[in-house]
């Protein structure tokens, strides 16, 4: 008796060390499939196939995604790998860039994040949250500024062609659906179209240049 209680308590032991193994390698997996796949979505070949499709599969395309991040499975996985004073990064749709923040509160969906740059609060959803660092950075193959590319806080120039050519320089505080709000560095607020706007490649000589005129 005592025997084969030994080798059932070995067995046991031995298919719960495996099934951990076989958990720890898929969740290893899963992150660099989730990696992989962030590069990929992000690609120029993903990108270009979404402009070229009609209004209709963007419609189709996004129902399929709702349902998919309305999944009680997917929503309770999250779930269990947060944590209260966890330091997190969620991707914020308006201002196009990541922001970075401590969670404050878990709930079944939604979770109380407060700011690291300003320590105000916001209550977001789970699939804002990028507990994966996935990339979130849209790359084109051209250097054209866009609603897609540009972020709030990118360093940007303009050209006014009712100023004598003038260029000025500024940071981007908000995006809207045709124009970019600009802050200029002498406090001004321009609201400009994406096509007028080019990058900045070096900002700090750009703004002591401007400095000093």
């Known amino acids: 008796m005592g025997q084969w209680f030994y080798a059932i308590n070995r067995f046991a032991n031995y298919a719960l060390f495996s099934c951990f193994v076989c958990y720890a390698y898929k969740t290893m997996w899963n992150r660099i499939i989730l990696f992989i796949m962030g590069k990929f979505i992000m690609s120029n070949d993903f990108l270009s196939r979404l402009e070229q499709a009609s209004l209709f599969e963007l419609w189709r395309l996004r129902?399929?995604?709702?349902?998919?991040?309305?999944?009680?499975?997917?929503?309770?996985?999250?779930?269990?790998?947060?944590?209260?004073?966890?330091?997190?990064?969620?991707f914020e749709s308006e201002e196009n860039r990541e922001i970075g923040g401590i969670i404050t509160k878990i709930g079944k969906t939604r979770v109380?994040?407060?700011?690291?740059?300003?320590?105000?609060?916001?209550?977001?959803?789970f699939y804002m949250l990028?507990?994966?660092?996935?990339?979130?950075?849209?790359?084109?193959?051209?250097?054209?500024?866009?609603?897609?590319?540009?972020?709030?806080g990118d360093k940007i120039g303009f050209v006014n062609h009712r100023d004598n050519n003038k260029?000025?320089?500024?940071?981007?505080?908000?995006?809207?659906?045709?124009?970019?709000?600009?802050?200029?560095?002498?406090?001004?607020?321009?609201?400009?179209?994406?096509?007028?706007?080019?990058?900045?490649?070096d900002s700090e000589k750009e703004l002591k240049a401007i400095s000093e005129k």
Not at 64 to 83: G, H, N, S
Not at 136 to 152: E, S
């Open 112 to 125: 109380g994040v407060k700011h690291l740059h300003d320590q105000k609060n916001w209550n977001i959803p």
């Open 167 to 201: 260029e000025f320089y500024g940071t981007v505080v908000k995006l809207n659906p045709k124009t970019a709000g600009i802050r200029l560095n002498t406090g001004e607020h321009w609201r400009v179209g994406y096509g007028a706007l080019f990058y900045i490649l």
């Open 130 to 152: 990028n507990i994966d660092c996935i990339p979130t950075d849209v790359k084109m193959g051209y250097k054209k500024v866009d609603r897609l590319t540009l972020k709030v």
């Open 63 to 90: 129902t399929v995604i709702d349902k998919y991040m309305e999944d009680p499975y997917r929503l309770m996985q999250v779930r269990a790998r947060l944590r209260l004073g966890q330091k997190i990064s969620y």
